[in-house]
């Protein structure tokens, strides 16, 4: 079974195929803007790679978020639009499911001042850098750990896997089990930030 995990939630663009839940191809950009330009490259480049064809994709997951709303709206439109044209399965798993661990806090990139964090124990949540290392004494991990570094040098930081790579793995792993898959619906911590034009 040919399984697709895409992640465009953070700082780097990501895509991954695993067969029967082994990663067999992965790819990552750093790539902010025209993200889908190079998305379905990234795709492709995955399936040359593994010798397979998008016809022989048998379900995608994308990561839901958080993220940028653009950001998770491509990834989610994207998947949305492969699936329904190989009529597989879709579902979504947010970053902090995919990655959580008992010993790590997660801290992603938010492009504002604060930054998504989940400390273990705790519920998902936006605070400022500062906050983050007056709660937590333990190691962090995540695109957004910079921040702290910047204040705190000597904070351990976790390495994390791919999430699009444990996207692709979960699904495979759900459909095996005969669990019910997720909706891929855009999970946000913020609202989107949302301008109106001035008045004429």
């Known amino acids: 079974m040919l399984t697709l995990g895409i992640d465009s939630s953070g700082l ?42 998008l016809g022989d994709l048998a379900a995608l ?36 499911t995919l990655l959580r661990t008992p010993e790590t806090a997660l801290v992603f990139e938010s492009l504002r001042a604060d930054v998504f964090v989940q400390i273990p124990g705790h519920e998902p949540q936006m605070l400022l850098p500062a906050d983050i290392l007056s709660r937590w004494p333990g190691a962090v991990a995540g695109d957004g750990v910079a921040k702290l570094m910047a204040l705190d040098p000597a904070r351990p930081v976790a390495p994390l896997p791919l999430a699009a790579e444990l ?24 609202a989107p930030d949302v301008t109106f034009p001035a008045a004429l």
């Open 12 to 53: 780097l663009l990501t895509v991954a195929l695993c067969r029967t839940g082994e990663v067999v191809a992965s790819r990552s950009v750093e790539q902010r803007r025209q993200q889908g330009e190079v998305l379905l490259a990234l795709v492709d480049e995955c399936l040359v790679q593994a010798k397979s064809e």
């Open 61 to 96: 997951a994308v990561v839901t978020g958080p993220g940028s709303f653009t950001g998770l709206r491509l990834g989610i439109a994207a998947s949305l639009g492969l699936a329904r044209s190989l009529n597989c399965a879709l579902t979504g798993y947010d970053r902090f």
């Open 167 to 190: 996207a692709a793995q979960k699904v495979y792993a759900d459909l095996q089990a005969k669990r019910e898959l997720p909706p891929a619906t855009p999970y946000y911590l913020r």
